[in-house]
């Protein structure tokens, strides 16, 4: 390498700015964070955001403050985070469709591995395969088995969701008629099954009506079993190839500072493993699922990857 | 039971919450665009910290309050603050243009507390087998109660069967754009991400109502004139007697607000125009509806209030919300432990009731509070509308951004503001458009939905006694309307 006069005053001007950077980093926060959630307020993610918040605030010293940003599919929270200044201010508390599911499908504006950094995973509900009580199908093998002689229907929260994905994947690799109903959310199309309007449905949020003898819980979607219903299998356990792993995490836009990612990473990883935050989301219903922010990247990146085969084989 | 839960709600705080609940809902109800779910999702971080009871009786009284506060505005001002009170505005504001606003509020919230304590009984009596009835509303039956409402929006709406068809189209036309529903794909956007959401309900109804109403004023000089004084309120007081005589359409009303609040994702907009057009075609005068017709405001409020009883049903039995107000109020239940379902009556019983007799008695802080509230109200319509419009513009502005905090929505709303300028200048009515809006990509979605279970085979549509009976129904409404367009001499 050359020393010349443009490179050494880049030098020099590098090592007076950082000291001036290392401050600010130990500073990280002097105002309020901004926290985006990309669904309405109310919702789960939404609920389980503020919780997060309020108790990561009292760590980091500093206010956090929730914005709801709904819409698209939360695609447009996620574009409007990506384009946000990299400072450690504003982070978004994102779930598995705007995160890889819708972006696998068609441009969403931003690309998940290159505009954020995973922060954390800290939830993600389990979606389950649910059929009425009274329903012929005792398992997933049975279920598929009916799939072969005539057309099976299931609902799911929504047009080319992640669970959607999933299925019309177990479809192409059996063979079967799965014939996909989209609903507007989940409740709906649990509603659906529960009138027998549908022969199975993909959903979250099943607990309650499983354990009430109103649906039969035959699988679940995610990659390990949920701690509630032990004997469910997964789909691969059921020798399916196919998974929506399902996930709630906390992500800042591409260029944040290592050592704030580093801080907030272990601000909120200490409040997702405190008991006080177990309690709050046993209560909601939902799990506790830490992962580490590489831990999250490699999830998406393989989902992502795994998504674009389905999205490509559907003819998208 | 009933008593043991009368006695947990002797309590300083329950009373406290459910007075600071009424009160931040009408004055966040009364703002245009801000409507009972964004009051109540407001409101929830302020309940974390709070008892259940309390805290789900909070998120009530702003609900109910936001409820009465939209029509507040919908009244005096013909700015529904809330979709469902699209239909109060009708008649509302033409009593209001006639110095009767005072006596157009006092039957709103006297209809409102009639409808809430009439769902509130039927939710307490009969919760679990309604919640069963509900279930039984699948894809088809959806379809089909969907065809049927705008069947009777276009029959018996009012005015021009032809231009209520048009309307009804042209709201449907514009629920297409966004996603499609069943296959994900955008369609009409434009290759904007902007238009993948489709246009948002609120932006639209406040630019329909609100917006049109300020260039309206702008570009009709003779209007502008004539109303520069707003003519003065007469005082007023509504005798029992005035609603004994309507007591056939409250209870009507109360009774289409509560059993389709009971059916998931329908709301509180649908009844409110179904109840309104029923108390017309009822009534002994139909002519006088549009016109300042008492009836025409409170069969609309009864009916809306009487969704949210209907609603909890379905919510609390199956926890299955019944439109997006109790999908928050649903989110709150979680929150504190209460985890609807059928054991939610045997685990938390005590609760339940507690909350259920609150909702019951809320009515008598709510007729105070309204009461002493609307006085203030009242105020708003002395000020003159040349000095009004700027103040609508902002608000309707600030309301459309506000609900997504999106800029787009400001554009759509300005966007139906115009389109609603230039409809109502040519005599299209627009409530015909709303409803085709709301409904529009929901019977869509049925539809589709009813052909992929069925196969792609139409049996499905007659196939269960709903929806034959619904069928039944669309041809009678059809044929009711046929034989009196045939009697009636042609001129």
């Known amino acids: 390498m050359r020393y010349t006069r443009r490179s050494t005053l880049a030098l020099l001007a590098g090592m007076a700015i950082t000291p001036l950077a290392a401050v600010a980093q130990q500073d990280y926060p002097t105002r309020p964070i901004t926290l985006v959630v990309p669904y309405g307020a109310g919702g789960t993610t939404d609920i389980s955001a503020r919780q997060m918040a309020t108790m990561a605030e009292k760590i980091l010293g500093q206010p956090i403050v929730v914005e709801n940003q709904p819409g698209a599919s939360g695609t447009n929270a996620m574009r409007s985070v990506a384009s946000a200044k990299p400072d450690g201010y504003t982070l978004i508390a994102t779930t598995s469709s705007p995160s890889?599911?819708?972006?696998a499908l068609r441009d969403v504006g931003y690309d998940t591995l290159a505009d954020f950094i995973p922060i954390l995973n800290y939830s993600g509900p389990f979606h389950g395969v649910v059929v009425p009580a009274d329903s012929p199908y005792d398992t997933l093998d049975a279920l598929i088995e009916g799939a072969k002689s005539g057309a099976v229907t299931y609902g799911t929260a929504g047009a080319m969701g992640g669970a959607h994905l999933a299925f019309a994947s177990v479809a192409k690799d059996t063979g079967t008629m799965l014939q996909h109903v989209p609903f507007d959310g989940a409740s709906k199309a649990t509603a659906a099954v529960l009138g027998g309007h549908v022969d199975a449905a993909l959903v979250p949020a099943y607990r309650d009506l499983v354990q009430d003898g109103q649906?039969?819980?035959?699988?679940?979607?995610d990659g390990t079993s949920d701690p509630d219903f032990p004997d469910a299998p997964t789909l691969r356990e059921a020798g399916l190839a196919a998974e929506f792993p399902s996930i709630v995490g906390i992500m800042a836009p591409e260029g944040t500072d290592p050592a704030i990612i580093a801080k907030l990473e272990s601000a909120f990883t200490e409040v997702a493993s405190s008991d006080g935050f177990k309690t709050f989301m046993t209560d909601l219903s939902q799990p506790v699922r830490i992962m580490s922010g590489e831990g999250l990247a490699a999830t998406i990146e393989e989902n992502l990857a795994a998504y674009r085969e389905i999205a490509k084989d559907l003819g998208n | 039971m009933l008593v043991d839960a009368f006695l947990e709600l002797l309590n300083l705080w329950v009373l406290i919450a459910a007075l600071v609940g009424i009160v931040s809902g009408i004055i966040i109800g009364a703002i245009p665009g801000l409507g009972p779910t964004m009051a109540i999702a407001l409101l929830i971080p302020v309940t974390f910290s709070m008892q259940p009871i309390p805290a789900i009786i909070l998120l009530l009284g702003v609900y109910q309050g936001a409820i009465f506060g939209g029509s507040i505005s919908a009244v005096l001002l013909n700015v529904p603050g809330t979709p469902s009170s699209a239909a109060t505005a009708i008649d509302g504001f033409a009593m209001a243009r006639r110095g009767e606003g005072g006596r157009a509020l006092r039957f709103a919230l006297y209809a409102s507390v009639v409808g809430n304590i009439f769902s509130c009984l039927v939710l307490m009596a009969l919760a679990e087998p309604l919640a069963r009835f509900a279930l039984d509303f699948g894809p088809a039956?959806?379809?089909?109660?969907?065809?049927?409402?705008?069947?009777?929006?276009?029959?018996?709406?009012g005015g021009s069967k032809l231009d209520a068809l048009i309307m009804v189209l042209v709201g449907a036309c514009a629920g297409i754009v966004g996603?499609?529903?069943?296959?994900?794909?955008p369609r009409?956007?434009?290759g904007s991400f902007a238009f993948e959401n489709g246009f948002q309900l609120i932006p639209v109804l406040i630019g329909l109502f609100a917006m049109s109403e300020v260039l309206l004023q702008a570009f009709d000089r003779e209007t502008l004139v004539g109303d520069v004084e707003v003519p003065p309120l007469k005082s007023s007081v509504v005798r029992f007697v005035e609603l004994w005589r309507m007591r056939m359409t409250l209870f009507l009303s109360s009774l289409i607000g509560t059993f389709v609040g009971i059916l998931p994702g329908i709301g509180s907009t649908?009844?409110?125009?179904?109840?309104?057009s029923l108390a017309r075609s009822r009534s002994?005068?139909?002519d006088a509806f549009g016109r300042g017709a008492p009836e025409g405001v409170a069969a609309p409020e009864a009916a809306n209030n009487a969704v949210t009883g209907g609603a909890l049903v379905p919510t609390l039995a199956l926890g299955i919300p019944g439109d997006a107000v109790t999908a928050v109020i649903l989110g709150a239940f979680m929150l504190h432990g209460l985890a609807p379902g059928p054991f939610l009556f045997r685990d938390h019983g005590l609760e339940v009731y507690a909350i259920f007799e609150a909702l019951l008695l809320s009515s008598i802080p709510t007729v105070i509070l309204g009461l002493l509230f609307f006085r203030v109200a009242i105020h708003v319509t002395r000020i003159q509308p040349r000095h009004l419009l700027p103040a609508i513009t902002i608000l309707a502005i600030f309301g459309a951004f506000s609900v997504n905090n999106s800029l787009f929505d400001v554009w759509v709303m300005l966007g139906a503001g115009v389109l609603g300028f230039l409809s109502r200048r040519a005599n299209f009515p627009l409530p015909p458009l709303l409803i085709g809006l709301i409904l529009g990509a929901p019977f869509e979605q049925s539809l589709r939905q009813a052909l992929l279970t069925s196969g792609g085979g139409y049996g499905i549509f007659v196939g269960s006694p709903i929806t034959i009976g619904l069928v039944a129904l669309t041809v009678l409404s059809l044929a009711i309307s046929l034989f009196f367009s045939l009697r009636k001499p042609r001129i």
């Open chain 2, 270 to 276: 649908v009844p409110a125009f179904m109840s309104y």
């Open chain 2, 188 to 190: 009409f956007t434009f």
């Open chain 2, 284 to 286: 002994a005068d139909p």
């Open chain 2, 179 to 185: 996603l499609d529903p069943i296959s994900g794909t």
């Open chain 1, 215 to 221: 649906l039969r819980l035959l699988g679940v979607l």
């Open chain 1, 100 to 103: 890889f599911v819708t972006p």
């Open chain 2, 141 to 157: 039956e959806m379809a089909m109660l969907m065809l049927f409402a705008l069947l009777v929006i276009v029959l018996f709406g």
